[in-house]
């Protein structure tokens, strides 16, 4: 693994940071009454009744499921 300084973190641009996990993660959390299935950019991928069912479909596609608190 590659060492980063905070000097190297404070280079990022507001799109750089956004694209961290965009293809290994996927945020589930409550939205409108179901679970949301969110990209780490914040786009919105699926809603599912079940959080179960959500995390699911997020390991089904090759990423890991996060929880947003």
Sequence with gaps: ???T????LK???Q????SFGVDDVAY???FQGAI?????DGTKIAVMA???VACA??????MEPMTVH
């Design 11 to 13: 280079q990022l641009t």
């Design 57 to 62: 479909a997020v390991r089904q596609n090759g």
């Design 5 to 8: 300084t905070h000097s190297d």
């Design 28 to 30: 589930v959390r409550p």
């Design 1 to 3: 693994m590659q060492n």
């Design 15 to 18: 799109d750089d940071f956004l």
């Design 50 to 52: 079940d959080f179960d």
């Design 36 to 40: 949301g299935i969110f990209a780490a």
